[in-house]
């Protein structure tokens, strides 16, 4: 974080200030964080409503921290890549999210696991901001939809979940990743491209920290 501020401002004064404001806002992220324990697998009900499954589906992704840890981290990351990337490779995203609901996901009793895994890992290729080539990046995606996918459906067997809750799980982990990307490429459309790039890139080290802490809460809490 430290080296984020110095290149945003130079000079000693507000470099400090930046340095102290940068440093209470993510202590107190992660103190916020480590409030909330990672979800264990989510009991869908078996209702035959179609619209109640979906916001169902929807709520679980919503209510998961290390899902929207890991997805703000798969947006950043697109957008740091190009900043235009989304359509470019959202096609591979889809395809990760629906081959995950064909897996076979009930030996998969941790499901946070997955979803902070994915959130370190990415987050750390977006503050990298290595140049990857299209056909890399779309794997990278895919996994990405794969594993968020295991995040949110570990413990069931393909199939045993509502198709209104499948629906409203493809929506919200794409609408997810989509809308962080979108935020990433309007800064970077609409203010100081390079700033708004650094920006991007200490975002994405925030949330493997915050990641990071949370995994270790899960591991402290699975041995006790």
Wanted: charged fraction near 10%; charge should be positive.
């Amino acid at each position: 974080m430290i080296i984020f501020a110095d290149i945003i401002c130079p000079f000693p004064g507000p470099r400090r200030t930046i340095r102290r404001h940068g440093v209470s806002a993510l202590s107190a992220a992660i103190a916020f964080t480590l409030t909330v324990a990672p979800a264990a697998a989510h009991d869908f009900g078996r209702t035959s409503d179609l619209y109640a499954s979906f916001v169902e589906g929807g709520g679980v992704v919503l209510s998961d921290i290390a899902l929207l840890l890991a997805m703000a981290a798969a947006g950043c990351l697109t957008s740091i890549w190009d900043r235009e990337g989304m359509p470019k490779i959202w096609p591979a995203l889809a395809a990760g999210i629906l081959a995950g609901f064909a897996a076979p996901l009930a030996f998969f009793t941790l499901p946070a696991l997955a979803s902070l895994g994915t959130a370190v890992l990415l987050g750390l290729l977006a503050a990298a901001a290595l140049r990857l080539p299209l056909s890399a990046a779309r794997a990278i995606l895919f996994a990405a939809g794969l594993a968020l996918t295991v995040g949110t459906l570990g413990g069931h067997e393909a199939g045993s979940v509502p198709i209104g809750a499948y629906l409203g799980i493809f929506f919200t982990l794409n609408a997810g990743v989509v809308v962080a990307a979108a935020l990433v490429t309007l800064a970077r459309r609409h203010f100081n491209e390079r700033v708004a790039l650094i920006a991007a890139r200490a975002l994405s080290s925030w949330l493997v920290a915050i990641a990071v802490m949370l995994l270790a809460l899960s591991f402290r809490q699975a041995g006790a």
